[in-house]
């Protein structure tokens, strides 16, 4: 029996750690697939899985790691998840959303306003239960929320520091709820899956796009873009999802294995998600790429644009769900 760890930075390659057979051991094999590039931050959360999981199951698990779409790509991963075609997947909330809408509300503008704001949120195991609750019922389950960061704006044209500054440009959008927010702000949202946007970038289909920073270095999108725009608009997470009949079909001391160090996983990667968005910005300014970060005015501006969504959001989910979405916004 082996571990086999399967990761890809820009191309698909292979890395298999081998582990002494044990003759008594019940082997488990994991399909793991993303749509990201490995080397990203949530890339980097999920290594660091996968190294624990092989430490601690002295080789009984087997986990095949499928970055960058080479597997399934974003709502097939979904789709895979549930069916039980895939074990195990990290996928960007807003595909899930598409399967239980009320979880559009994590997409919602400008709602969590800080990093810690977030943190209670993903903390509060009552309220995360409830908002997922939904696709239980559709054969997955989440045991995790794994964080990412906030998506700045980045394009090719000029610096979006208004709304106004927004007008006439496509840029790619993630999921209805995102769509809205750049439709209020005056762009025009383009639904492009994350595999499709540097040929987009490049003929110009698109003119930029809301994503974590470090996703413009990893992708090369810093070559394409000129303007960068710092905002706390949309703060992206990855649900941390399973096959629910494949998980209630595991041992305890597996599901031990596996829920502990998601548990370690998603805690530790907080601090280092921030880091590397902090140095994905320095990494972008060096490339010659204009920042902004709003001011407080701007800020206000974009809120005021985009608060509408709030009020269609309550009318569609109920003032409870939105009112403790605005409760975690608050410092205890």
């Keep these: 029996m082996k571990f086999m760890a399967k990761t890809a930075l820009s191309a698909l390659a292979v890395t298999t750690v081998a582990v002494m057979p044990q003759a008594d051991a019940q082997e488990l094999k994991i399909r793991f697939p993303v749509e990201y590039n490995a080397d990203i931050s949530p ?3 999920n290594q660091e899985f996968i190294e624990l999981v092989e430490a601690r199951s002295n080789g009984e698990i087997e986990v095949e ?4 779409g080479s597997l399934y790509k974003g709502l097939d991963i979904l789709q895979a998840v549930m069916r039980g075609d895939a074990e ?3 996928l960007v909330s807003v595909y899930w959303s598409a399967v239980s809408p009320q979880i559009s509300v994590f997409e919602l503008p400008f709602t969590f306003p800080t990093h810690e704001a977030f943190y209670r949120a993903a903390d ?8 997922f ?6 054969g997955a389950l989440v045991i995790g929320s794994l964080v990412y960061d906030y998506l700045p704006v980045g ?8 709304p106004e500054d927004f007008a006439g440009l496509k840029l790619r959008a993630l999921g209805r709820t995102n769509a809205r927010t750049l439709e209020l702000l005056g762009a025009e949202p383009v639904p492009i899956n994350v595999t499709e946007v540097s040929a987009a970038l490049e003929r110009g289909v698109i003119d930029g796009l809301n994503t ?3 996703a413009f270095i990893s992708y090369g999108w810093d070559d394409v873009v000129a303007y960068v725009t710092d905002s706390p608009h949309y703060f992206a997470f990855y649900p941390w999802a399973v ?3 494949w998980w209630e079909g595991l041992s305890e001391a597996h599901q031990t294995i596996l829920s502990e160090a998601i548990e370690e996983v998603t805690r530790n990667h907080r601090e280092r998600a921030r880091t590397e968005a902090a140095l994905a910005f320095e990494k972008i300014a060096a490339s010659g790429i204009e920042v902004h970060r709003l001011t407080d005015e701007q800020r206000s501006a974009w809120i005021e644009v985009t608060k509408v969504q709030w009020d269609e959001a309550e009318e569609r989910f109920g003032s409870e769900l939105l009112d403790k979405l605005r409760s975690f916004q608050q410092a205890p």
């Design 65 to 68: 790691f499928y970055p960058s």
């Design 243 to 245: 096959n629910k009949a």
């Design 212 to 214: 974590p920073a470090d």
């Design 155 to 162: 394009n090719t044209e000029r610096a979006l520091k208004m």
């Design 124 to 131: 509060d195991e009552a309220f995360m239960s409830s908002v």
């Design 88 to 90: 195990m997947a990290t």
């Design 133 to 138: 609750s939904e696709i239980e019922e559709k």
């Design 43 to 45: 890339g980097l959360a």
